[in-house]
Nanobody
Framework: QVQLVESGGGLVQAGGSLRLSCAAS????????MGWYRQAPGKQRGLVAA????????YYVDSVKGRFTISRDNAKNTVYLQMNSLKPKDTGTYYC?????????WGPGTQVTVSS
């Protein structure tokens, strides 16, 4: 089972930017879909963005379109989430995931807090 570890979270003011990274313990070349979920305090975890193995298809939830960009570097076994124009409602724990062979791997999460 691949191990995923997120980094890059922190405290930022509204309008600021952060770049999250998700490093995998093995090659991600064969991981069909990777992406990011967000869980705000007291709310369910929800999908934010996803990307296919060849980066041919990206998905974004409507609330982040035009502000967030997901990318993956298969050579570095890393997926990124560039977050610009951050808003307080973007606050939450961000979890990286990867789907491989019918199983989903999760990272432990990284906290993002956006102050107004």
């Amino acid at each position: 089972q691949v191990q995923l570890v997120e980094s890059g979270g922190g405290l930022v003011q509204a309008g600021g930017s952060l770049r999250l990274s998700c490093a995998a313990s093995t090659s991600i070349f064969s991981i069909n879909v990777m992406g990011w979920y967000r869980q705000a305090p007291g709310k369910q975890r929800g999908l934010v963005a996803a990307i296919t193995s060849g980066s041919s298809t990206n998905y974004y939830v409507d609330s982040v379109k035009g502000r967030f960009t997901i990318s993956r570097d298969n050579a570095k076994n890393t997926v990124y989430l560039q977050m610009n124009s951050l808003k307080p409602k973007d606050t939450g724990t961000y979890y990286c995931y990867g789907d491989i062979d019918g199983l989903r791997a999760w990272g432990p999460g990284t906290q993002v807090t956006v102050s107004s």
